[in-house]
């Protein structure tokens, strides 16, 4: 009787929140595996079901591949950028918690993670400006020859990478930071006792004990570089006097062909390798997890 | 009440002037732009209408124009609310037109567009689809060349550039390097990089004055690409040369109008709003406009009207679009904007004789000819392919003087324009 | 190794960190002084750090000629909104899926959990038909519709229930004949105002910094995010530096004093994200 009364009271408190789940979640994402399947041109009734001719056609489209190939990079690019960085920079910053510059260090690299994303991009636009960035005139001070950053296929991606690590890394700090804060002081202390240096300790000790905390921040930073799209759109926002290369990324892909060619069902496809990707990537951490849980 | 407001659009229908019958309501319309520099010329429109509209608002929403064809895209499938002004190039606007999501233009304004005295044919057809008027003709867009006149007078060159073979040679001669012999001042500005579709429109252009064409009507409604052939391995062959032979440019020096303005190119070749863009920024820049070689683009630019506004907004609408065409507001876009009205029988001499670099946009040889971009939805996928593959050609010093090697990839190219047609069913057997 | 040498590494890694902390405030830092350069001064080679004769006209010009305030409202009751919408969703049913152990729930829980993985971006499309559908494109409403609610929300308030609710204390209140509504409201609520803060500020910057979505909601500009109005920031066919950083730097300054101000709860937030596994 009680149990039931408590039940219905559980029900009805998560019904409002499940509606809202169901209409602007999984009703959205069902329709998009629906769409993936249809040819629609956006301003048709007709969506002719076709069965995975959109896939067949995507595997084949020298554009997309590009947006994939392009995407995988940045992403794993950022994150064997960001993971190390984070790693050894949560380290230190650990290690100086009593330093008066504590709340500094914390504030400075978590900064360009809330920071919005476009006027962020604008700044790294200018820096990388072939004609009248910073970098490039740092670079000719120190006698070097100027890159032209923004236009050349490789330093564009390249340029791409370091805006996402750049904001990426705040977050990977804060979550090292927590994973250090957590380690058991003990065994740093036995360390210590057997005359071990800082840096062993940190290359024998962090780096094993913070491996759940590094596959976490891993695979949080892969999904989030596969999502990666206002970075390019800014990076080579058309303005004409000024153009950089146009990296195309998946998510900028899709919008294309969504919105511009009108390609509602092919875009609707492309969505659905994205996520295949995501579900794999996690699916992947998940086995690592476990795998680690059984050798123990 | 019911009669009362079908009277007023029996009215409405019968008379041009419209607004007199309506002197208290409040209306309301919305101009939806693409060029952000038309911005001041609607807002002129609005204020002249104030004597007929005593009451109307008129929204000006301008945005790029990439911007500005997606929410038409997205506003149009759905349904706009109230009555918008639609501006729009034909080609883009065909797609809504024959998917009937653009109401025919009504008795008036369908006269006025068609008669003679107003427009040349070639906007007419450019306005209409199946014989119907949709849209009222407004500017074009047609390229011609600006030239820098201090700097080619410092490279002893005389008078613009008039074969395309010249157009390099000029390039070489003009462009100005460092003591390392890389340009600071390119020669000849070439669109190499930048927000896709728009490199291979600017390529279709030099194409076009080599013999070529991007897209070619083999028979009604059935394309085929028009570049692997000669005409193709000369235009993309004169990139290559300028970037890597004669290196009279390179990939990331500034460009366009911007780089033109600040003497960081001595010619390119654009469209006559740059006139009014350099009367605003560089006003004290010394240069000259000359036709190219063979002909130029001529993109209509048309306002269309939709939406589900009362019969009395639409009709503002169309009015709207009727009083931009106004000789005088046509006069003082010229004057000020720097965009080409297409009506004829508008005195523009005030303008093109006080601002000599028009005379290239009107008074072009007998022989000149025009393209236009042909009004099919693929057109711009199509557009996007292409110039991702150009963006690699110029991007590879190995094609440079290899004929053959530029051939293949043309080849290549033509073939995935060819497949983009014959998925929608417009390729030509 | 000595005191000294100690001290010594110690100085030299404090070094290190403000080095590395100022580099990543870089950026942002030459941001805000490009918006008090002159257009002269900002295409100059090479490129100055600190403006030579700093001018107000950047701001001048952009507070004139576009509706920057306006977006900024935009963005700012959007975010609100969707703070409000978040915490309430996230905190009713964190709670109940913590402490309601029935089966059925489990399930519920687990599919809100498994929409958590799916990209934003891979149902984008479908979700902005149904905007579409329901009227509701350039509104700060339909904006919402994308922002209602957070898997990640429901997962931190149920961790934080999970830990530091006793069950014995619910069912005391029950035993005192409390409602089930009243128990929510005037016992665990007030409880978690710690995670509920944290929750609130994640919330609110991640619809302050949301890019893509509002990019298709909003496409007049009255309606425009400040993300979405500074993107497509163009007065005609060229972009201008200085006015754009003015811009910028504008929102830039605002959203990093709120986030020193609000530090301890992202902190506090963002960091629990860490606890998943």
């Known amino acids: 009787m009680l149990r039931r009364r408590r039940f219905r009271f559980a029900i009805l408190a998560l019904l409002p929140t499940f509606a809202i789940f169901a209409w602007v979640r999984m009703g959205p994402i069902v329709q998009t595996m629906n ?46 950028l960001t993971i190390p960085t984070a790693m050894v920079l949560a380290g230190l910053i650990h290690y100086r918690t009593r330093s008066r510059f504590a709340g500094f260090y914390e504030t400075s690299v978590f900064i360009p993670h809330v920071v919005s994303l476009v006027p962020a991009a604008m700044a790294w636009k200018w820096i990388f400006d072939a004609k009248l960035g910073p970098l490039n005139a740092l670079i000719v001070s120190l006698g070097g020859s100027p890159q032209s ?92 006097g000024a153009p950089g290369r146009q990296v195309r990324v998946l998510v900028l892909d899709m919008l294309e062909n969504a919105f511009r060619n009108y390609r509602v069902g092919y875009a609707a496809a492309e969505a659905m390798v994205l996520l295949l990707i995501v579900l794999i990537l996690t699916g992947a951490q998940f086995a690592l997890l476990r795998e680690k849980g059984n050798s123990k | 009440m019911t009669k009362l407001a079908s009277l007023r659009s029996a009215l409405c229908g019968a008379t041009a002037l419209a607004a007199f019958t309506l002197p208290t309501v409040a209306q309301e319309i919305s101009i939806l732009s693409g060029y952000p520099e038309m911005t001041p010329f609607y807002e002129r429109v609005a204020e002249s ?138 020669g000849w500005s070439l669109r190499l990089s930048g927000g896709s579709q728009g490199i291979a429109e600017k390529w279709w252009l030099i194409l076009f004055n ?15 690409a028009g570049y692997a052939n000669e005409a193709g391995v000369k235009a993309l062959g004169q990139y290559l040369d300028n970037i890597y032979d004669k290196k009279t440019v390179t990939i990331e020096m500034p460009s366009d109008a911007e780089a033109f303005e600040r003497e960081q190119t001595a010619m390119f070749i ?36 939709a939406g589900d506004g009362s019969t009395e907004d639409m009709q503002a609408a169309w009015d709207f679009a009727k009083a931009a065409n106004e000789p005088e507001n046509l006069v003082w876009l010229l004057e000020n904007v720097g965009w080409l009205p297409n009506r004829t029988g508008v005195d523009f001499s005030s303008v093109t004789d006080e601002i000599e670099a028009f005379s290239a946009f009107v008074d072009y040889p007998e022989d000149y000819t025009f393209f236009t971009v042909p009004s099919i939805a693929v057109i711009e996928d199509l557009q996007t392919r292409l110039a991702a593959k150009l963006t690699e050609a110029f991007a590879n010093p190995a094609m440079q003087g290899d004929d053959a090697a530029i051939m293949a990839f043309l080849e290549s190219a033509a073939e995935e324009t060819n497949a983009i047609l014959k998925r929608e069913g417009l390729l030509a057997e | 190794m000595t005191r000294n040498q100690r001290k010594a590494t110690d100085f030299m890694i404090d070094v290190g960190l403000v080095l590395f902390g100022l580099l990543m405030l870089a950026p942002l830092l030459m941001l805000v002084a490009n918006a008090f350069k002159s257009p002269a001064e900002m295409v100059a080679w090479p490129p100055t750090f600190i403006p030579a004769n700093p001018t107000l006209d950047n701001f001048r010009s952009v507070l004139g000629e576009t509706p920057l305030l306006l977006w900024i409202w935009n963005s700012l009751s959007f975010a609100i909104m969707s703070t409000i919408a978040i915490v309430l969703t996230s905190s009713i049913a ?51 519709i994308g922002y209602l609610v957070m898997s990640f929300g429901i997962f931190l308030i149920r961790q934080n229930v999970l830990a530091s609710i006793p069950d014995e204390l619910i069912e005391a209140a029950r035993i005192d004949g409390a409602g089930e509504l009243w128990i929510y409201w005037h016992i665990v609520l007030p409880l978690l105002r710690g995670p509920l803060a944290a929750l609130a500020v994640l919330a609110f910057f991640q619809a302050w910094t949301s890019f893509a979505w509002p990019m298709i909601v909003a496409t007049r500009r009255a309606a425009y995010t400040i993300e979405v109005g500074l993107a497509l920031f163009s007065t005609g066919y060229t972009v201008d530096l200085g006015k754009l950083s003015a811009a910028s730097a504008c929102v830039l300054v605002p959203s990093v004093v709120a986030f020193v101000i609000l530090r301890r709860n992202f902190v506090q937030g963002v960091a629990s994200t860490g606890m998943k596994e």
């Open chain 1, 35 to 80: 769409l993936s399947v249809r040819d629609w041109d956006l301003i048709g009734t007709n969506r002719p079901f076709i069965g995975l001719a959109n896939f067949v056609e995507l595997f084949g489209d020298s554009l997309f591949l590009t947006a994939l190939v392009n995407t995988a990079i940045i992403a794993f690019g950022v994150m064997l």
């Open chain 1, 149 to 240: 950053w923004l236009f050349d296929p490789n330093l564009a991606l390249f340029s791409i990478i370091v805006l996402c690590s750049w904001q990426a890394l705040g977050y990977a700090v804060l979550i090292y930071l927590v994973g250090f804060r957590n380690l058991p002081t003990s065994v740093y202390e036995a360390a210590r006792l057997d005359g071990a240096s800082g840096i062993q300790a940190f290359r024998f000790l962090s780096i094993p004990l913070l491996k759940p905390i590094t596959l976490y921040v891993s695979v949080v930073t892969l999904v989030s570089g596969f999502n990666v799209y206002a970075q390019a759109f800014v990076l080579a926002s058309d303005s004409q």
């Open chain 2, 49 to 186: 209408m104030k004597g007929d509209y005593p009451n109307l608002t008129v929204n000006v929403e301008p945005i790029t124009l990439r911007e500005h064809e997606r929410r038409v895209a997205l506003g149009l499938s759905s349904g706009l609310e109230g009555a918008s002004v639609i501006e729009l190039s034909t080609s883009t606007a065909g797609r809504y037109v024959q998917a009937g999501l653009m109401p025919a233009a009504p008795a008036d304004i369908s006269e006025f567009v068609s008669d003679p005295a107003n427009f040349g044919q070639f906007f007419v057809d450019a306005a209409s689809y199946d014989d119907t008027v949709y849209g009222v003709p407004l500017f074009r867009g047609q390229g011609a060349l600006f030239y820098n006149t201090r700097m080619f007078a410092e490279a002893g060159l005389e008078g613009a550039p008039k074969t395309m073979d010249e157009y390099t040679d000029y390039a070489e001669k003009l462009t100005q390097r460092d003591e390392n012999g890389n340009p600071v001042v390119s």
């Open chain 2, 210 to 224: 080599h013999g070529g064409t991007l897209i070619d009507e083999v028979s009604p409604g059935k394309w085929r």
């Open chain 2, 270 to 305: 654009r469209e006559s709003w740059v006139i009014g863009d350099i009367a605003a920024k560089a006003p004290d820049l010394e240069y000259a406009t000359a036709p190219l070689p063979v002909g130029s683009i001529a993109l209509p630019v048309n306002l269309y009207v």
């Open chain 3, 94 to 144: 964190g709670y109940v899926i913590a402490k309601f152990p029935f089966r059925s729930i489990n399930v519920v829980f687990a599919l809100f959990l498994a929409t958590a993985i799916v990209p934003f971006e891979v149902y984008m499309i479908p979700l902005y038909f149904q905007v579409k559908d329901l009227g509701m494109l350039n509104t700060n409403q339909g904006l919402l």
